[in-house]
């Protein structure tokens, strides 16, 4: 199991490039299932999880190659015969639960393990099934397996209302929806640029859906849809964990290339707020870290509201703040494993149900820290480049799930981080 040694406080200055959207490219995968010829995916992240997932989806018989020099993926559905996603792959990782929408999309029936927990909560998907059967599918769960079927070529659809908006119901419905349903409308539909890009990848594949990035996503059925050539979305959590770092040390400046600075929503103003020189120029973020840094509260919402997947980033940085804040998640109900790490690092927290509050200005030292879950593991990596002396972050394999060749990107801006083995 790999750790990083990481000595700190060191300044960010330089430029990296951002890669390609791990949340958005595994929809993205999932949807080219449904095409009748091969499709390929660019700007496909080298992460755990796409491996993961191009595993998941070899057994159903679908070619997929990695081309790895250029970030391709070309994934041809041709020979699918095995509608089924086992238990062993998909307890690795959650996504792969749009196996089950994109095998009943294609094929009419598929046999899907229902996914694990994770470290912050049970993570449902009674959405997703809900929705199924909404649109007019058969759903039975047997030992951990949901069955999923259309009875028949096509069902005539209808409409769900998803409460609480979610992401991956979002995107296991239309996976579904779009060759079986006459016309089924998702109410409450997620908003969040993966979902688009899901949407406009289908449309050219030759789906028909309409209000993609709105609350209401209307779907029409499509006989038959075609391979495509498609670049996938950079990763906006990587270009907001990436402005957050530049943020944390005084005499930090960094400017982020490839970057989509529409897909980050309301966050460039909220750190802007810290005192942060934030500017956008095209596909090119600069950011110049404060004298001092502003303490700025922060409550997560879905999209276009401040991101839970950026939550435990925004709390370290607050850390570091010139006074109190708070950080407020209403999206999972205890995504603060990290909190306890960063107390070991010294910073001054205190937790009270889905409310975090920060008592900034302490100055961290370095120590050993425990990696609980991908976001909140980066985070850990973000308080030791500032706490001083060595810190030890433990089981980085969360980090090599989400951010690719993060020790690379962040040596190369003057940060001293090295990967050894535990
Ligand atoms: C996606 O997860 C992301 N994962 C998560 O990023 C992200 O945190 C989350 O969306 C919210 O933005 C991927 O895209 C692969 P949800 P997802 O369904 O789809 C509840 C990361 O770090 N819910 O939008 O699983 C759920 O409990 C990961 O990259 C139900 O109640 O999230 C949560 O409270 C972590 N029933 C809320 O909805 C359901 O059937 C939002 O979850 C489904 C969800």
Same mark, same amino acid.
């Given at each position: 199991?790999?750790?990083?040694?990481?000595?700190?406080?060191? *300044?960010?200055?330089?430029?990296?490039? +951002?890669? !390609?959207? %791990?949340?958005?490219?595994?929809?993205?995968?999932?949807?080219?299932?449904?095409?009748?010829?091969?499709?390929?995916?660019?700007?496909?992240?080298?992460?755990?999880?796409?491996?993961?997932?191009?595993?998941?989806?070899?057994?159903?018989?679908?070619?997929?190659?990695?081309?790895?020099?250029?970030?391709?993926?070309?994934?041809?559905?041709?020979?699918?015969?095995?509608?089924?996603?086992?238990?062993?792959?998909?307890?690795?990782?959650?996504?792969?639960?749009?196996?089950?929408?994109?095998?009943?999309?294609?094929?009419?029936?598929?046999?899907?393990?229902?996914?694990?927990?994770?470290?912050?909560?049970?993570?449902?998907?009674?959405?997703?099934?809900?929705?199924?059967?909404?649109?007019?599918?058969?759903?039975?769960?047997?030992?951990?397996?949901?069955?999923?079927?259309?009875?028949?070529?096509?069902?005539?659809?209808?409409?769900?209302?998803?409460?609480?908006?979610?992401?991956?119901? @979002?995107?296991?419905?239309?996976?579904? #929806?779009?060759?079986?349903?006459?016309?089924?409308?998702?109410?409450?539909?997620? %908003?969040? *640029?993966?979902?688009?890009?899901?949407?406009?990848?289908?449309?050219?594949?030759?789906?028909?859906?309409?209000?993609? $990035?709105?609350?209401?996503? @209307?779907?029409?059925?499509?006989?038959?849809?075609?391979?495509?050539?498609?670049?996938?979305?950079?990763?906006? +959590?990587?270009? $907001?964990?990436?402005?957050?770092?530049?943020?944390?040390?005084?005499?930090?400046?960094?400017?982020? @290339?490839?970057?989509?600075?529409?897909?980050?929503?309301?966050?460039?103003?909220?750190?802007?707020?810290? $005192?942060?020189?934030?500017?956008?120029?095209?596909?090119?973020?600069?950011?110049?870290?404060?004298?001092?840094?502003?303490?700025?509260?922060?409550?997560?919402?879905?999209?276009?509201?401040?991101?839970?997947?950026?939550?435990?980033?925004?709390?370290?940085?607050?850390?570091?703040?010139?006074?109190?804040?708070?950080?407020?998640?209403? +999206?999972?109900?205890?995504?603060?494993?990290?909190?306890?790490?960063? %107390?070991?690092?010294?910073?001054?927290?205190?937790?009270?149900?889905?409310?975090?509050?920060?008592?900034? !200005?302490?100055?961290?030292?370095?120590?050993?820290?425990?990696?609980?879950?991908?976001?909140?593991?980066?985070?850990?990596?973000?308080?030791?480049?500032?706490?001083?002396?060595?810190?030890?972050?433990?089981?980085?394999?969360?980090?090599?799930?989400?951010?690719?060749?993060?020790?690379?990107?962040?040596?190369?801006?003057?940060?001293?981080?090295?990967? #050894?083995?535990?």
């Amino acid at each position: 199991m790999d750790k990083f040694i990481i000595e700190g406080p060191a *300044p960010l200055q330089g430029s990296i490039p +951002i890669s !390609g959207s %791990k949340n958005a490219a595994l929809p993205l995968m999932a949807a080219a299932i449904l095409g009748d010829s091969p499709s390929s995916i660019s700007l496909v992240p080298k992460l755990k999880d796409i491996y993961t997932f191009n595993n998941v989806i070899r057994v159903t018989g679908t070619a997929v190659d990695f081309n790895e020099d250029e970030n391709r993926l070309t994934i041809d559905p041709s020979n699918l015969g095995f509608p089924e996603a086992p238990y062993d792959l998909v307890r690795k990782m959650r996504a792969s639960f749009y196996m089950l929408g994109a095998l009943m999309g294609r094929t009419g029936d598929a046999k899907v393990s229902l996914p694990g927990g994770c470290a912050w909560g049970p993570r449902p998907v009674d959405l997703h099934l809900k929705g199924m059967e909404a649109m007019g599918a058969e759903i039975t769960l047997e030992k951990g397996y949901v069955f999923g079927s259309f009875p028949g070529d096509s069902v005539p659809g209808g409409e769900y209302t998803l409460e609480p908006s979610s992401v991956g119901a @979002t995107v296991n419905l239309i996976l579904a #929806a779009v060759r079986r349903a006459d016309k089924f409308v998702i109410h409450n539909a997620a %908003k969040e *640029p993966d979902v688009v890009l899901l949407c406009s990848m289908l449309t050219k594949m030759g789906a028909n859906i309409e209000g993609a $990035g709105t609350g209401t996503i @209307t779907i029409k059925k499509a006989d038959a849809l075609k391979g495509v050539e498609f670049s996938n979305d950079p990763d906006r +959590i990587e270009t $907001g964990t990436f402005m957050i770092a530049a943020a944390m040390h005084p005499d930090s400046e960094i400017t982020l @290339t490839g970057c989509k600075p529409e897909d980050l929503g309301s966050f460039p103003k909220t750190l802007s707020k810290t $005192g942060a020189s934030v500017q956008i120029n095209g596909s090119e973020i600069k950011v110049k870290a404060p004298d001092t840094i502003k303490p700025v509260s922060v409550t997560t919402k879905i999209y276009p509201g401040f991101p839970t997947d950026l939550q435990a980033q925004w709390a370290t940085l607050m850390t570091q703040a010139d006074g109190e804040s708070t950080v407020t998640e209403t +999206i999972y109900f205890d995504r603060f494993s990290y909190v306890p790490e960063l %107390k070991r690092l010294g910073a001054s927290i205190s937790l009270e149900k889905n409310r975090a509050t920060i008592n900034g !200005g302490k100055k961290l030292s370095g120590t050993s820290v425990m990696s609980t879950d991908l976001r909140a593991s980066v985070s850990l990596v973000l308080a030791a480049m500032v706490a001083n002396g060595q810190s030890e972050v433990l089981r980085i394999y969360h980090l090599d799930r989400g951010y690719e060749d993060l020790e690379q990107k962040l040596s190369g801006l003057g940060a001293s981080v090295t990967r #050894a083995d535990d």
